[in-house]
């Protein structure tokens, strides 16, 4: 029997779990990335086609990288983080189908005829691995600081070789442009007296209803 998770638990990932801005000089390991991946992996998506593909910039170098593509507001909260990770979604996601949904054959002919679904089967379910990202990284003692505002085309371009031709790279889905972001998220350990009030939320009533 599933067990409704303690208060502090729920506390940590949810109620308390506050978006940061400002982080403690406490570098993130490459093992605690791992075992993120390795949580938020589970996360449930269409057709099980994981099209979410992460990139986690954790060295200087990298994050200068990013800097031409980040909104100004952006900046120095992401140079600052110690680790920003680009969630991004393969448009050729499909072509794992016959690996991670083997017990329907067809499913990846599907997708490759119907570019439309993939681009809105991709952008749909990389979001929500990111919110499962969010989630993981809560539940390992993380903060998250997640961002829309930046130039989507210079990142693709930057790290997903957009438009050019791209031999050597070692991740297989970097070649070929067809790898494209969706949102930023900065990691790391938030410094917490430099948050901003917690801003409300809508009521149940506001959000939802029951029919
Ligand atoms: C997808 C997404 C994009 C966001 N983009 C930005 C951004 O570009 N810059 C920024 O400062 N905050 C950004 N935010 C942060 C939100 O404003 C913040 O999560 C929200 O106000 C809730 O704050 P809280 O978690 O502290 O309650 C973004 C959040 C999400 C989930």
Request: proline share 7%.
């Amino acid at each position: 029997m599933r067990k409704t998770l303690e208060d502090e638990a729920l506390n940590q990932i949810f109620r308390d779990a506050r978006t940061h801005s400002g982080w403690l000089d406490k570098p993130v390991s490459d093992e605690l990335l791992q075992q993120l991946y390795d949580l938020l992996k589970w996360g449930p998506t269409s057709a099980n086609g994981s099209p979410a593909r992460f990139v986690f910039l954790r060295t200087k170098e990298a994050k200068e990288r990013l800097r031409p593509a980040l909104a100004p507001g952006n900046v120095e909260k992401t140079m600052t983080a110690p680790v920003t990770a680009i969630i991004a979604y393969d448009l050729l996601f499909f072509e794992k189908l016959p690996k991670l949904f083997p017990h329907s054959p067809g499913m990846r002919d599907i997708f490759a005829q119907n570019p439309q679904l993939v681009e809105e089967t991709a952008r749909r379910n990389s979001s929500l691995q990111g919110a499962y990202l969010i989630i993981a990284a809560r539940a390992l003692g993380l903060d998250c600081g997640p961002m829309s505002g930046f130039d989507n085309a210079k990142v693709d371009e930057e790290f997903f070789a957009a438009g050019k031709d791209c031999e050597g790279y070692e991740q297989e889905f970097f070649p070929a442009g067809h790898v494209k972001s969706n949102f930023l998220c900065n990691l790391g350990y938030g410094d917490e007296p430099k948050l901003f009030p917690r801003a409300p939320r809508l009521s149940f009533k506001e959000a939802a209803t029951l029919l």
